[in-house]
């Protein structure tokens, strides 16, 4: 018998208050796709506890924050 992977935790947003899928602990989450540096990441992580949804997520990324 094969393992299922385990379905995404639903999340919300701390920008938007958006609900959405994080399957980060599956290693396929979608927002791995977005590229961010080491000074986007630092500074997502002092603006906001927990994760983005996609919209905000990729919002500020080509925003350059």
Do not use: K, N, Y
Not at 10 to 34: L, M, S
């Amino acid at each position: 018998m094969s393992a299922r992977p385990s379905p995404a935790r639903e999340d919300r947003c701390p920008r938007c208050d958006a609900a959405f899928g994080c399957a980060i602990a599956t290693g396929g989450c979608w927002c791995a796709e977005v590229t961010l540096d080491d000074e986007q990441r630092a500074q997502l992580a002092a603006g906001f506890e927990g994760c983005l949804c996609p919209s905000c997520l990729r919002e500020l990324a080509v925003a350059g924050l």
